[in-house]
């Protein structure tokens, strides 16, 4: 035997390529079915990414459909944001959007197809007795009293619930299937209920709604999906997908095949748990920063291509598992690396004097804007006062600070090498000024005897812009939030610093929203998407440089 040189591909390319061998399809649909009733989080990239990318790979085809069929919960603006975040992930739809909500009035004729052949009736037990009825895992459930009523009769009443004759829960649309089935899903259940509420696409066409269960399979059925891919919670789910389908005067059987869902440390994966962020203000939107959410992600600096590389990674299984928050945060580091360009930017601002510096002097300095992609150079300027970060300059420390020591030499990066000479304390004794010689002799050189031992970040106090930095950090401090009774207990108080004093390099001054840089030394960071503009520069931070939560002690903090 023979191994193979290709990677295995996962089960469902697997099964994709049997049913192509077997000459089962010709070719490949899947679909992918958001509801519209938030915005899309990480786990759905993970489905996003599965549905297009096996459409794309077997040039098939991939459809966005809105399973709008719950009235009460869903709003247009949701499925404007979930256009937006799929196209952004880098994927496009085949044709035109579809929504459930298209197919009602085949939907009504397929419960009516059911009703005559004696597989469904319309039932007027209570919702409350419904659930009673319905029995437990232990307990097979009961016959409804309304079972067994002539066909015509229920016909009739599904007519009149279409009508509007009656109220929310008096009745409903059951299919007739198994009451004492071991599988729940298989007990009679509710195909079909009234709801006397206006829909955001059918308007108050319709006062009765079709359930999930019966809408999903005949939507992927109508338009001939080939294999219907969803998560593990709807295994229990299939035969009764299966059953509909079999029930019915329909020809395509899309096969339901499911895989475990996305699951991240440190943050929910869940609207429900997103939406009370959201609405208990724990978060500024959706959007922030710190959530989980596609929008958000990117508003950090996230990129599309990073989120499909981590789903890339972490694969398509059956297995239920959780990934660390550090895998896509890896993905995030190992992208920008490589294609965000160096800037440099003084987050929390000292003034430096270099006093043996010409008062009017500024020099043009030009410094690469990649240290191994060719990305072009920019401009620095060198001035007699510079800003450097307060946590760059100490006046003791011992051999493992690489950094500023009064009495010790360190490089401005891409410039001069300084040696510390002074402090200029206030009234509350905070340093105020760090005063320095610069060695003229040291540009792109090594002072005569001792090579300095640290290179620090820089920007010209004269030529340098003022600059919102806000620094975000992991939402929650617990690995598993999702598990706590109260969500808000999990949540890090630190989740956010806003630095309001920064200062960033002049190059940055006409920066276009969303841009990416490494501010070197300190972090991958992103121009906010809707409050960077020039005049008013915001940046995000996106990720750290390393992992400091998997390495909290660093040999910095040793030399403290
Ligand atoms: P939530 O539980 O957050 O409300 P949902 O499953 O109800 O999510 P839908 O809008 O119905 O949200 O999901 C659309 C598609 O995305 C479905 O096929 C669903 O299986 C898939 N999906 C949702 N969450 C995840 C996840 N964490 N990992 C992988 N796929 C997911
Ligand atoms: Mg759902």
Redesign the pocket.
Known sequence: MSESPVKPKNFIRQIIDSDLDSGKHQSVVTR????P??F?????A???CLNFGVAGDYRGKCNLRF?DTNPAKEEAAYAEAIEDDVRWLGFEWDGEIRHASDYFEQLYTYAKELIEKGLAYVDELTPEQIREYRGTFEVPGKNSPFRDRPKAESLDLFQRMRDGEFADGKMCVRAKINMASPNINMRDPVIYRIKHQHHHRTGDAWCIYPMYDFTHCISDALEGITHS???LE?EDHRPLYDWVLDNISIDCHPQQIE?????LEHTV????K?NQLVTEKHVDGWDDPRMPTISGMRRRGFTAAAIRDMCERVGVTKKVNTTEMGVLENCVREDLDRNAQRAMAVLDPVKVILTNYPEDKVEELSAPNHPKEDMGERTLYMSREVYIDRADFREEANKKYKRLVLGKSVRLRNSYVITATDVIKNENGDISEIHCTYDPDTLGKNPEGQKPKGVIHWVSASHSLPAVVRLYDRLFNVANPGAMDDLASALNPDSLTILENARVEKSLAEVEPETRFQFEREGYFCSDRYECKSGNLVFNRTVTLRDSWAKIESKEQNAQ
Do not use: A, M, Y
């Not at 992918?32 to 509801?35: A, D, I, L, R, S």
């Not at 899309?40 to 759905?44: E, I, K, N, T």
């Open positions: 992918f079915p958001p509801e009733n938030g899309l989080h990480v786990g759905h993970k489905s996003i399973d891919l969803c998560t709807f895989f475990s869902r996305l699951n994966t869940s609207k429900r997103l």
